[in-house]
């Protein structure tokens, strides 16, 4: 293995609006990156924009100024959410993803999550933001979107369940609330879903959440 120089610095991680921004932002963004001489950037996996190595007593005053341009953290709310360009920029697409994800992004609940909750929308049945490995994971198909619950793609990775299809926007979001609430409720500490639902079991997560 190649030997590195290890060298501690610090990062931030703003999170773009879905990986998506006004070329007018990014531009002001960059200009930002500039004014601190920020060493290295990065698109991560996640569709947030790291800022690599930076000098930790500059960090607040970088994250001040992003402000406006980066998605604040919705309180008691998703972690993020990863969306595809769906039926606006996608050939493929045949749902509003984005715009789905923004309403999933405003999601708030009484109490914050237990553990990180990852979100991929996917505008068609060809799930390039790997729906089935996050914990909440949406596709579209020609009769509404369908609800993954429970996936992961870390370490120890999961294929999510499905909890319902055909799903209007409304709805979905109705539902998506529910297993949160659900997970919220009978979770362990710090348990994500993937082990939260390979405890509970999708049968007990749809008799909870699709019985009216
Ligand atoms: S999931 Fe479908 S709509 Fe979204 S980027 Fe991939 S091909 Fe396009």
Redesign the pocket.
Known sequence: MENTTIKKTFSVVPSLNMGLFAPRDFQIILNIINKYNVPKTKITGAQRLALLGMDKDEIPKLQKELQGYVRPQVQNGVHYVQS???IKW?K??IAD?MALGEKIEKISLDEPLKAKVKVGI???R????EPYVRDIGVFASKSGWSLIFGGNGGGNPRLGNIVAKNLSDDSIITLIKKCLTVYQAKAHPASRTARFMERFGIEALQQLVLNP
Request: aromatic share 8%.
């Open positions: 595809c360009p769906g996608c493929y697409g993803s996917a505008g068609c060809m799930c390039c933001t």
